[in-house]
């Protein structure tokens, strides 16, 4: 379903998104031995990984989000490129200042004399009844900040194709990895499977209307579509897969196409990256709306540990349904 | 008066109940993760005397800090098992009406001051609490409990070092079990004991052997009574192990079996009861009656919790804002 | 030219932004005993508010956002009203945690037991040409974090009235202050001067196009709004003051009226107030929309400390009203 | 061979001729700020001895990172006070095109990785650039200036725990000038010394007369000498004071007058220019001919800074992708 090129002699393995993100760290490091990994317990769980490439390129660190990020950025401006697993999303906080001022900003700052090749993973969303302190969908807020990148895959392949972009790329990236995808096995294409950053995947074509979404939304979105379909209705689906860049070219040719947009995201509404896409359409693709723009997003509150609340956070394919029947008729 | 009450010391046989309570309580939590019937959480295996010697030495003024590791200190305190358990299963009974869920549980009743499930955030608050009691007035103290993972935090430098320079009143507990999630201690600092980390910041401290209670108890009171009475922190290591996995379910294979084996003949509990019926504090039969006590609580809590409903739909975004 | 009701015999006062903010917290803490003060350089600053309110309540710390934000959540939940300065918006990132996931989400966590009264303020913005790590316009971040409040005064008498209002507020409010203003005098209406958090304010009356802007590019758009005049276009100008919660219901209904919106502000576009704003316009008032929502802001790039760049960095008044003339062309 | 060059023992008049350099450019840019001229910029005016010193003890293989007060340290490492001056004022020719300002300077090709203005962001990147050194061989090793408040920063904390934990090549020097912008280093810790904290974390420290160039390039050399042979780090503090204000202009009234007189008698040049005449190290025809070869140096730079183009506006948006 992606967009990448695909061999036709491509041969598919089916696998979970963790095992995705493992292969594609591995197959990283093997081709290039500047590559190293660490984190809290990275060495612990990544066995394998610390069995293959040694204690020296897969660490443990103590516990202190503010200088894993910090040592990645100095490592990675003086020749390493370390991927670093910060956890959950929420511990990002401890670790802004390295992200955001070191690693974002002193490319520029320093007038391009260092580069920050670095990729920090966090997971993010709900799906593991742990509340607000380990759930918040926060990637908006990387999207706001100068010289990162973003990315938060759907799908087993992406996650896979994704993370080996990111290893190569010369600036910092941000992977979030949506928890509640990451059990889910999907096909990855065997091989040096690379997904480019910047490029959406139209995961499902359609006319009648176009839902932007990313992340564990992308499957209700197209749970949907199939209900949506039996209505009569069609509705065309963007997995972003990049917030930043985002793909505003293939956002605004669907747009374009149908005249309606229904943006869906797990994090809140307020400066989201629906926000985002919302003022795009409504800036570029004005004279094709046929309907106002709708939002479905997580509630703008913190994610409650009860297991219905937390069901009921993300958008789900009903409430989408709903909105886009809504729409049409308007 | 029974013989049980007349023949134990009440402090001996609060401290024992009081870990009893405990370990059932985590032990039924772990079993409904097991059973598919809870989240996940962390429990307190192993540290039980930690947690109510500290207890031991506070009293009603006191303010509360602790993290996602705190069932234990809830129960020391007197919290509601039923209560905790519905909190953990996001019933709309538990503390904070199943929002918290098993890591962020604060009971404000009982000056449990908001649990932080992020390492190092109890340690945040802490400074501000103890300021509130210093500038509101009163005798109370703040104690906080945290890692030895939280201690590696920037976060523990920043908290003590103010409270040092502002003379605040906390009472800083280390409860050091070796463990960081799924890195052990010493791979995180070359110390062996963070109560040594002290001197920088002219904080005094104190090692204790987290596992015996009656010694944690003793440190504790001599602590509190150090910091009601200065009106400055101390920091107080509880050096114990964890027994558990990090979280439910964590079958541990990480750990060194002989390691954890050496540990668990250092049960505090189990060490407390022999030593108790050893020096005749205790007979079998008030044990006895003790732990039916202790499992009639807990399978009273875990009906009342299962049977709680959830809260409903509009809870999701009531209490955003004050 | 703000909203709130003025007794007729109010008189005024000239003074500069930071001295009335300085007023609004030494009335505050006058008024009430819990209201307190603290940050690095405070006490030494604040001379004369040390003098009056003492040591205990007027306070310089160590240098650590971390543990001034973390201290301030503390008090707050346990009977005190911290006001504290964090200097710089860039600092922020060392207290993301304290102010997201304590003051931010720890009321709801706790099911009400506790709330945060507390108040963190920050300078942002181009103006004293220092350079990306003194001066980024992060505050879409805490637009997009559930349980704070977010206000951005553009003039002084909002300043004053605004810090009040966030010191009586029983929530978590980041009060950024644009360093570009602060030093231009402006009249305050002397007496308890508050502007209630939630309330845009319209400073100068349009039919032909809405300009929603906040801090310094209030000033650009009003400027804009006059040369527009000259050219027989009629522009509305609203100053948001307060980004959370955003007062939808006056930016809508000038929408509504003009059929035309431009965004304005300093932030870089990307999840900004701006694109929060564009998708409630394209949500809510898509049937009035004459032309395609226009987004004016600075650059998505780190600030530059060059003086003549940094002077380029906010969107202008000459930019605003060629965006302006090409969209009423439209 | 000239007189000047036989008479004066050639390190001792570097590093008499080094401190003049950095002070008369300190002056410079403060004079330029005064005068309208440039922005508000730190400067290190009293503390040359620290950079002199510790520069002395290093060669081309190591890498530094440094804060706000960089230009001290740039100078000493040998950077062109015509592009250092040019940066602050903003100007393309200047080390990073004029993106910088004062703040950020660095100079990748003197091995100067990133300066940061966020008061411990140069901790927080030090460990990282150690690692590469670490496992991309060399027997280069880091230095890391810092001040006294960035010491009372997490981020010190978690940087040196790491680098001791790692066993990464980091020299860390704690520039203790008794001041933390406008509050006094007294305010924010009981220590007196910042040296005494690196026992927490197994890393050995010692504390120099920061005024004493002599003292600082030995202690140095020998710091120096510990980390490039053991791969650890050590902690080096240099004791001194910051003689202007925090920034330009900054009146210091909050200064205490007696504090300053006191430091004053020390300042590091006039002491040791003072010493070197008194040991005929010097004569006072060597040390006039030093100074005219600083003044001309700086007022060249001064012209060069002055004169050099401001970037063309395409460069608003260069170098935010590498
Ligand atoms: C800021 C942050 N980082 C990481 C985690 C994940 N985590 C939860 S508990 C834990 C280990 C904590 O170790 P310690 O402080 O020693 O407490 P213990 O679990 O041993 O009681 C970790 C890494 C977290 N919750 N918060
Ligand atoms: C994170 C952060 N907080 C605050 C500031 C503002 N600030 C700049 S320099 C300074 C004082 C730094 O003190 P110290 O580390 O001792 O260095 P010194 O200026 O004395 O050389 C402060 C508070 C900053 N730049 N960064
Ligand atoms: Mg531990
Ligand atoms: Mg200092």
Chains 1, 3 share one sequence.
Not at chain 1, 152 to 173: E, T, Y
Not at chain 2, 258 to 277: F, G, H, M, N, V
Request: proline fraction near 5%; include cysteine.
């Amino acid at each position: 379903m992606s967009t990448h090129e695909e061999n036709a002699m491509t041969t598919m393995t089916t696998m979970t998104p963790e095992a995705a993100m493992a292969e594609a760290l591995a197959e990283e490091m093997r081709r290039d031995a500047t590559v190293i990994t660490f984190g809290e317990g990275v060495a612990t769980k990544g066995y394998a990984l610390a069995q293959e490439f040694g204690a020296q390129r897969v660490r443990n660190t103590p516990l202190a989000e503010g200088i894993i990020a910090g040592t990645a950025a100095g490592a990675a401006a003086t020749g390493l490129r370390p991927v670093i697993d910060l956890l959950f999303a929420p511990f990002l906080t401890f670790a802004m200042e390295e992200i955001v001022n070191s690693a974002g900003k002193l490319s520029y700052i320093s007038g391009g004399q260092f580069s920050f090749p670095m990729v920090t993973i966090a997971r993010t969303g709900s799906g593991w009844a742990v509340g607000a302190q380990h759930n918040q969908n926060n990637e908006a807020w990387f999207v706001h900040s100068p010289g990162l990148k973003v990315v938060m895959p759907s799908n087993a392949a992406d996650f896979k194709g994704l993370l080996k972009s990111a290893i190569r790329d010369d600036n910092p990236v941000m992977f979030f990895a949506d928890i509640g995808l990451l059990h889910t096995p999907g096909e990855v294409p065997s091989g040096d499977h690379v997904v480019p950053i910047g490029k959406a995947s139209v995961v499902r074509e359609g006319v009648d209307v176009t839902l932007v979404t990313y992340g564990k939304t992308v499957h209700s979105c197209v749970a949907a579509a199939s209900t949506l379909e039996e209505n009569g209705i069609s509705a065309e689906v963007i997995d972003l897969r990049s917030l930043k860049p985002l793909d505003e070219a293939t956002v605004l040719a669907s747009v374009r196409k149908t005249g309606r947009a229904v943006l869906v995201h797990e994090a809140a509404a307020p400066c989201g990256v629906g926000a985002e896409l919302a003022a795009i359409i409504a800036e570029k693709a004005f004279s094709s709306l046929r309907a106002p723009v709708v939002r479905l997003t997580g509630p703008d509150a913190p994610s409650p540990a009860s297991f219905p609340l937390e069901a009921a956070f993300a958008p789900g394919a009903d409430a989408i349904v709903e909105a886009v029947v809504k729409q049409v008729a308007n | 008066m029974t013989t049980f009450e007349v023949s134990v010391e009440p402090r001996v046989a609060q401290s024992l109940e009081a870990m009893l309570l405990i370990r059932a309580f985590e032990e039924q939590s772990a079993a409904l993760n097991a059973a598919g019937k809870s989240p996940s959480m962390c429990t307190s295996v192993g540290q039980e005397a930690s947690a109510v010697g500290v207890m031991n030495a506070l009293d009603e003024r006191d303010q509360i800090l602790t993290n996602h590791r705190s069932a234990g200190h809830l129960l020391a305190r007197g919290a509601d098992p039923r209560r905790i358990l519905a909190e953990i299963l996001g019933k709309s009974t538990g503390y904070c009406g199943g929002k918290s869920g098993s890591l962020h549980i604060s009971v404000k009743e009982l000056g449990v001051v908001l649990t932080s499930t992020i390492v190092g955030g109890e340690l945040s608050l802490a400074p501000g609490v103890a300021l509130s009691r210093q500038m509101l007035g009163g005798e109370g103290i703040v104690v906080v409990f945290f890692g030895d993972g939280a201690a590696t935090e920037g976060i523990f430098h920043e908290s003590i070092n103010l409270a040092a320079v502002w003379n605040l009143p906390v009472l800083y507990v280390c409860e050091n079990n070796q463990w960081q999630a799924f890195v052990h201690r010493k791979e995180t600092m070359l110390a062996d004991h963070i109560s040594t980390w002290g001197a920088s910041y002219g904080v005094k401290s104190q090692t204790v052997d987290g596992n015996d209670v009656d010694a944690v108890t003793a440190a504790a009171k001599d602590a509190v009574a150090y910091v009601r009475g200065t009106r400055k922190p101390f920091l107080l290591e509880t050096y114990t192990y964890r027994l558990r996995g990090h979280m439910e379910p964590d079958p541990a294979s990480y750990v060194d079996p002989a390691e954890l084996q050496s540990w668990k003949e250092r049960d505090p509990i189990a060490t407390y009861e022999q030593r108790l019926l050893d020096e005749h504090a205790i007979t079998p039969a008030e044990l006895d009656a003790m732990k039916s006590r202790v499992r009639a609580r807990i399978e009273d809590a875990a009906q009342f919790a299962m049977e709680s409903p959830y809260p409903s739909f509009e809870e999701l975004t009531t209490n955003v804002y004050a």
